[in-house]
């Protein structure tokens, strides 16, 4: 299993838009609509006030990479180069 921890660095004073979008396009379920995605989630962390986590995970690699081009990724792309200033990534592998 590929556990993912992502941290999404906000633009100030927009994340309550960005949720907002991402609940627009249903972005969470679309991703766990995938082959091979065991959960995604976001988190908005009580004492960051412009950030939000991803929690995903995924069977195996392939499903991993299959989601970064996936047509929910197409729908994200843009909206991160809109409200996101930096994306920071942990990648866990879980026997």
């Known amino acids: 299993m590929i556990l993912l921890h992502v941290k999404y660095k906000l633009k100030p004073n927009v994340r309550d838009e960005f ?25 908005i962390p009580i004492a960051e006030e412009d950030v939000l986590f991803v929690v995903d995970a995924w069977e195996d690699e392939a499903a991993c990479e299959a989601h970064l081009t996936s047509p929910p990724s197409e729908i994200l792309g843009p909206l991160k180069q809109k409200y996101v200033l930096e994306t920071i990534v942990k990648r866990f592998e879980i026997p």
Do not use: H, W
């Open 19 to 43: 949720v907002v979008k991402l609940k627009e396009y249903d972005l969470a379920n679309e991703y766990r609509k995938q082959p091979g995605n065991i959960t995604y989630e976001y988190f």
